[in-house]
């Protein structure tokens, strides 16, 4: 859903993308960037409980996943393994926003906030472990010759999701948000894998030689 919104954040961000292309930057350099600025902000920052810094950190570097893609096209240097560079380290900074939520629930923090903390801890391992597997429905759909791109829950609804709940829970001392916020991703997410998996087998089923 929000990938409609794309276009519009990389014609924000295209003067910065045009500075840095003049300045000499690389467009692997931004990704590399970002993606520690995201695992970093989220590691340190969540598990202390410092969720609307750490958000802010996150959000800060989660655009050059936008700024790199634009650096790429407007320069001609995009590539094979510019693809794969970036959709690699998408997964690296993913598992460490929910990784670090999942660090926040391990903490005496949490279990004073919530007595028994761990049904969160599951379900922020649960996100962590199915957003990476809503990914490799569709890398593995598309290397067969087929698509499974969409569903319920796609790669930034999931990001923006809980990032903007987890920084309002911060922000207003409403750990409730991001509870919630969970238990609608983990539902989502498990939605979206099997969505994938039918597309899948519908395109299967309707050519056996695909994949072949």
């Known amino acids: 859903m929000l990938e409609r919104f794309r276009q519009f954040w990389s014609n924000v961000w295209a003067p910065l993308g045009d500075l ?18 995201v695992s ?36 001609g240097q995009s590539s094979k393994w510019g693809a ?14 929910f990784g670090g939520l ?3 629930y391990t903490t005496s923090d949490a279990k004073a906030e919530l007595g028994d903390p761990r049904i969160y801890l599951y379900l922020s391992l649960a996100c962590l472990v199915l957003g990476g597997l809503t990914s490799y429905a569709r890398a593995r759909a598309e290397s067969l010759g087929m698509t499974a791109k969409g569903g319920i829950a796609e790669r930034s609804d999931r990001l923006v999701a809980i990032l ?9 001392d409403a750990p409730f948000l991001r509870e919630i916020t ?3 991703l983990a539902v989502a997410s498990t939605i979206t894998v099997i969505q994938r998996m039918l597309m899948v087998h519908k395109q299967a089923v309707a050519d056996p030689g695909l994949g072949s």
């Open 84 to 97: 794969f560079l970036d959709s690699t380290l998408d997964r690296v900074g993913d598992a460490a926003i």
């Open 20 to 37: 840095l292309l003049r300045l000499g930057v690389k467009p692997d350099w931004v990704t590399w960037v970002g993606t520690i600025g």
């Open 40 to 75: 970093a902000g989220a590691l340190i920052f969540f598990p202390q409980g410092e969720f609307l810094i750490g958000v802010l950190v996150v959000t800060a570097f989660v655009f050059s996943d936008i700024i790199d893609g634009y650096m790429a096209r407007k320069s």
């Open 164 to 172: 903007v709940m987890t920084g309002f829970s911060g922000m207003f």
């Open 182 to 184: 969970l238990w609608a």
């Open 102 to 104: 999942l660090l926040y």
